[in-house]
């Protein structure tokens, strides 16, 4: 996971396309992979209660988030982007 992700220096990687503004990943409450997202820049947005049934159990998730630093939002401004 580390080499797809950019750092929280800043430095960009293939996840940041045209259009994408944000990366959600969300993970267990007591998920070993929380202290891997923080490192990576991930910021924790808020808590979904009893999210997901797994292994016979509704589980709480932290719901993180990353903004694409160089999100260009012109991208929207032509014409396939805009309603019928």
Known sequence: MRERLPTSSGATSSIWRP???RVRPASWSRSS???LL???GF???GLA???LFIDGAWRDHV???RLN???D???FSSRRFRPA
């Open 19 to 21: 259009g994408i503004r």
């Open 33 to 35: 992979g929380r202290p």
């Open 38 to 40: 923080e490192r990576l």
């Open 43 to 45: 910021v924790t947005e």
């Open 49 to 51: 209660k009893h999210y």
């Open 63 to 65: 719901l993180t988030a």
């Open 69 to 71: 630093p160089a999100f």
């Open 73 to 75: 939002a012109t991208v």
